[in-house]
């Protein structure tokens, strides 16, 4: 059974970075056909995808947060980190760790349960 | 606003049947496959359909989906109290290299 999880703090400042860790058990994040990322919901809103970190190598974002995003992974802990700086409150919202497929409409099928990260001073 | 076009809200009785539609473009749903989203209150999506109309491992008969051009529906019949929540359609959109989804649906059952 693959689990995602994800972890970091819940309350970050205005203007400083928000990070965000996801511990992936059940599956190797570098296993063929599947992209893992992070995908938003600010509080009572729609999905917003953000960034996807593919088996091939490749990495997609979402282009008007781009310039803000790192992502990065570690295989050796199976975990992909979210890095978002220079927050503001329009970035509080529920960060969902999720699978992706690399492959046809590039459906999500696996979600993890979502942190809350709140932008307030 | 969202690029993909979902009706804000839909409603009907328990038993009865529902249809959400999901409106694109060339780029997104003219291009590749749609999936759609379960959301209940107070968790995360699951994932319902992919390739417009595949069903995962223990997701029930009653829900299908369908493409035609650049739109999409998902059907829902026998409707239950627990199907109350928001449903979410998603595709990649190959002219902004993106995961786009629409911006959910609330289904009521009354």
């Known amino acids: 059974q693959v689990q995602l999880r994800e972890s970091g703090p819940g309350l970050v400042k205005p203007s400083e970075t928000l990070s965000l860790t996801c511990g992936v058990s059940g599956y190797s994040i570098t296993g063929y056909g599947f992209c893992w990322g992070w995908i938003r919901q600010p509080p009572g809103k729609g999905l917003q995808w953000i960034v996807s970190?593919?088996?091939?190598?490749?990495?997609f974002y979402n282009a008007p947060l781009q310039s803000r995003v790192t992502i990065s992974v570690d295989t050796a802990k199976n975990q992909i980190s979210l890095k978002l700086n220079s927050v503001t409150a329009a970035d509080t919202a529920f960060y969902f760790c999720a699978r992706t497929s690399r492959g046809l409409g590039s459906y999500t099928d696996l979600w993890g349960q979502g942190t809350l990260v709140t932008v307030s001073s | 606003q969202s690029v993909l076009t979902q009706p804000p809200s839909v409603s009907a009785a328990p038993g009865q049947k529902v249809t959400i539609s999901c409106s694109g473009s060339?780029?997104?749903?003219?291009?590749?496959?749609v999936s759609w989203y379960q959301q209940l209150p107070g968790t995360p999506p699951k994932l319902l359909i992919y390739?417009?109309?595949r069903r995962p491992s223990g997701i029930p008969d009653r829900f299908s989906g369908s493409k035609s051009g650049t739109s999409a529906t998902l059907g829902i019949t026998g409707l239950q109290t627990g199907d109350e929540g928001d449903y979410y359609c998603?595709?990649?959109?190959?002219?902004?290299?993106?995961?786009?989804f629409g911006g959910g649906t609330e289904l009521t059952v009354l």
């Open positions: 970190f593919c088996y091939d190598g490749l990495t």
């Open positions: 390739e417009n109309n």
């Open positions: 998603g595709t990649w959109d190959t002219s902004l290299s993106a995961v786009v």
């Open positions: 060339s780029s997104n749903i003219g291009y590749t496959s």
